[in-house]
């Protein structure tokens, strides 16, 4: 299972971090990433990893990171400049070498102006 934490609410042009461990995985992890869903608004990709490659949604080009420990299961997003169309719950996602997809249970982030 995908466990996550941070998030929060902080104020334009401030910074977060998140982080996602995954425990109790049967295979081998491949890619790692996170999602986010806004109100009224369809889940949308923001970031993944899969071995040293990293794609990113062209809205948080530049002010997003994302990177992966491998030895620990972990994913994190550092966000920084955030703004308040980044306002949505963020979502871990794994997906393992069968390949399985796994979820996280959400985390808010909320920026306000």
């Known amino acids: 299972r995908l466990v996550e934490s941070g998030g929060g609410l902080v104020q334009a042009g401030e910074s977060l971090s998140l982080s996602c461990v995954a425990t109790?995985?049967?295979?081998?992890?491949?890619?790692m990433g996170w999602y986010r869903q806004a109100p009224g608004k369809s889940r949308e990709l923001v970031a993944y990893?899969?071995?040293?490659?990293?794609t990113y949604d062209d809205s948080v080009k530049g002010r997003f990171t994302i990177s992966r420990d491998r030895a620990k299961n972990t994913v994190y997003l550092q966000m920084n400049n955030l703004q308040p169309e980044d306002t949505a719950v963020y979502f871990c996602y794994a997906q393992d070498i069968v390949p399985h997809d796994y979820w996280g249970q959400g985390t808010q982030v909320t920026v306000s102006s």
């Open positions: 109790q995985m049967g295979y081998s992890i491949n890619a």
């Open positions: 990893i899969i071995g040293a490659s990293t």
